[in-house]
């Protein structure tokens, strides 16, 4: 959905800042900083807040990962569900079914990771009561919030059974500003704050869940967490470290890519203009010569510090003259991005880089019938190719499109920034990062500046599945010069409006060089906002 509307300043804070999706969310983060609490504690409050008011974005029904640095270490958090004991991949292949469901079918759901991941998150590192954490969310959630103008026009292109499936949220949301209330979602809040995991996932909503799997979930599926510290991957390019969380995430792509784009630079084969058209050119190609393969080498149990090693090891297939054709031999993505930076009451610096979704924008378009809560339809990336190492079986964990990403120089925490975007997420992580870390922009810049993404002809997660390869859509407002200088190296290029909601939402947080935080809300979100103190 493309918006008119202009372009965000950096904002600039000394203490601390929240950016998000919604400035609703924003202000129930940086609340938990005015009540003396951490970025954490900040991090799940706006995480708690949106997954009320946006859930054609995320929820307490989706998945979740998070970096946080503090102390000089960086931690990785991977709170993606697992299927459900009931999963058979042979039932689906006798029914027909050469791929995953994509919605309205409950096999393409696994047991949500979102919950767990904030209990988790505020386990380790929260320092306020989880109902002081919460109260923002179920007040939103109660008393009711105004629909944002993405949700909004969401509602009436739906199928009659999806809007029927949905019509508690959008007989409410029919035009932005209408008032939504969601009675059941701040009963589950409510729930969590005061009896933690176990009043979500053998509560009422456990039970729900269940009941709607009709034998695909157990109760065990759901008694133990989804959540899981893991090692962050990491590479060295531009001078800086960055970090992702590994593989079953596709946060590979965005290093692997980096190291690419890095090696066209030490070698002066990197223009110094971002509006040059073989910047993106050049961009595009890292992106493919990294993500091609991905269908086949993504999965649970992938080695990413391998990948990220082999991708770098392609520099001879970034054709600095035209485009490659190097696609899979054989779906647009929702999803919301945070980020939180500040001082603690102790001095200490913390940042937070945190990802959660529904997968594809409501999710399956199903509902857990005792809250209301839209269930996400992440399992769809499972395969159903028989000895796939993604194939889909009990306890497996689907390949993931989220890719969360921190920044730091000598040990020393500099940026936080992601994005939504389903299967583009790398590619627009590759250009902030190149911008922010390269060519020295301001997160404004970064974040304001056009965009291309590789495209399949679906859905927003089939880019390396098409027979003939991704095509590239280029952002109304990016240079003038991209469309027929990638035309000329034999892209197939379409474009679209400014301001394109379809190039993903990112937001980044900067700590300066005299440790003001400096940060930008991606405008495409169109209430999303960047704000402290």
């Known amino acids: ?27 129930a983060g940086n609340e938990m900083f005015a009540r003396g609490g951490n970025a954490v504690d900040a991090a799940i409050a706006t995480n708690a807040a949106i997954a009320v008011t946006g859930p054609h974005l995320c929820g307490m029904g989706g998945d ?24 058979d991949a042979d039932a689906l292949r006798s029914q027909g079914f050469s791929e995953m469901p994509f919605k309205l079918d409950i096999r393409c759901v696994t047991v949500p990771g979102c919950v767990d991941g904030w209990a988790a998150l505020h386990e380790r590192f929260g320092s306020l009561p989880l109902e002081v954490i919460l109260a923002p969310a179920i007040q939103l959630a109660s008393a009711g919030f105004p629909a944002s103008p993405l949700l909004a026009g969401i509602g009436g292109r739906l199928d009659p059974t999806s809007r029927a499936n949905l019509a508690e949220l959008f007989d409410q949301a029919t035009s932005p500003g209408s008032l939504v209330r969601r009675p059941g979602v701040a009963l589950a809040l409510a729930d969590l704050a005061a009896g933690g995991r176990d009043t979500f996932y053998r509560g009422a909503f456990g039970d729900g869940l269940i009941q709607l799997g009709d ?11 989804q959540a899981n510290w893991v090692t962050p991957l990491t590479t060295s390019v531009f001078g800086v470290d960055l970090h992702t969380v590994g593989p079953s995430t596709q946060g590979y792509l965005t290093l692997g890519s980096a190291h690419l784009v890095d090696q066209l630079r030490a070698a002066g084969k990197f223009p110094a203009d971002p509006d040059n058209d073989e910047w993106a050119h050049l961009l595009i190609e890292a992106s493919t010569a990294a993500g091609h393969d991905r269908p086949d080498r993504l ?102 499109t989220l890719s969360a990403a921190l920044a730091t120089r000598d040990g020393e925490l500099l940026s936080v920034f992601g994005t939504m975007g389903g299967d583009a997420q790398p590619q627009i992580l590759l250009q902030v990062a190149t911008r922010l870390f390269h060519h020295g922009q301001s997160p404004g810049m970064a974040i304001n500046a ?21 095509s590239v859509s280029i952002e109304g407002h990016a240079a003038d010069s991209w469309i027929a200088g990638l035309r000329d190296r034999g892209h197939v290029v379409s474009s679209t409006g400014p301001w394109d909601s379809g190039f993903g939402h990112a937001h980044a947080i900067v700590v300066e060089a005299n440790g003001t935080l400096a940060g930008a809300a991606d405008p495409r979100t169109i209430v999303g906002s960047c704000a402290g103190r």
Not at 76 to 84: C, D, I, R
């Open 450 to 470: 056009g965009r291309w993404a590789l495209k399949g002809p679906e859905t927003g997660f089939d880019t390396w599945t098409a027979a003939s390869g991704p």
């Open 1 to 27: 959905m493309t918006y008119q509307h202009p372009p965000r300043s950096t904002v600039r804070a000394p203490q601390h800042l929240v950016a998000s999706a919604d400035q609703l969310a924003t202000t």
């Open 299 to 400: 999965h649970e149990h992938a080695d990413g510090a391998a990948l990220v090693e082999e991708i770098a090891g392609r520099i001879d297939q970034v054709d600095r003259e035209r485009a490659s054709n190097r696609w899979a031999p054989d779906r647009d993505g929702d999803t919301t991005y945070l980020c939180t930076a500040g001082r603690s009451a102790d001095g200490r610096m913390m940042g937070v880089s945190l990802i959660q979704s529904n997968a594809s924008g409501l999710g399956s378009h199903l509902v857990e019938p005792n809250t209301g809560i839209n269930l996400h339809n992440r399992g769809m990336g499972f395969n159903l190719h028989p000895g796939h190492p993604a194939e889909l079986g009990p306890g497996r964990c689907p390949p993931h």
């Open 64 to 87: 979740l990962f998070a970096l946080v640095h503090v102390d000089g270490e960086v931690s990785a958090l991977n709170a993606a569900g697992q299927a459900g004991s009931g999963a």
């Open 215 to 225: 034998g695909l979930f157990t109760e065990s599926d759901l008694e133990t967490s």
